[in-house]
């Protein structure tokens, strides 16, 4: 069973940046795809960023050109590069392995955009 922890949420300004990290217990990134997603108040949770065991990265349209998906496979942690935050960015944000359906979770990582 994989098991993913996130670090790196915060408060921070619009227009600044985060990086979140997701390290898992095994190393799975050249078996499964792995994906950032976020949930806001109120709102289902999408997804934001996924990167293939490839190396294939892909971004939801909202987020593309201000964030950047990477992973160093020697330390098992994917990170979430986050620039040039609006509020909008506001969300609790998830690391999953695998797929939403049946795949591992973190305990996501509160990223709140306020001036």
């Known amino acids: 069973q994989v098991q993913l922890v996130e670090s790196g949420g915060g408060l921070v300004q619009p227009g600044g940046s985060l990086r979140l990290s997701c390290v898992a217990s095994?190393?799975?990134?050249?078996?499964?795809?792995m994906g950032w997603y976020r949930q806001a108040p109120g709102k289902q949770r999408e997804v934001v960023a996924s990167i293939t065991p490839y190396g294939v990265t892909n971004y939801a349209t909202s987020v593309k050109g201000r964030f950047a998906v990477f992973r160093d496979s020697a330390k098992n942690t994917m990170y979430l590069q986050m620039n040039s935050l609006k509020p909008g960015d506001t969300a609790v944000y998830y690391c999953?392995?695998?797929?939403?359906?049946?795949?591992?979770w973190g305990q996501g990582a509160q990223v709140t955009v306020s001036s």
């Open positions: 095994n190393s799975i990134f050249s078996i499964f795809a």
């Open positions: 999953n392995a695998g797929d939403p359906v049946t795949g591992a």
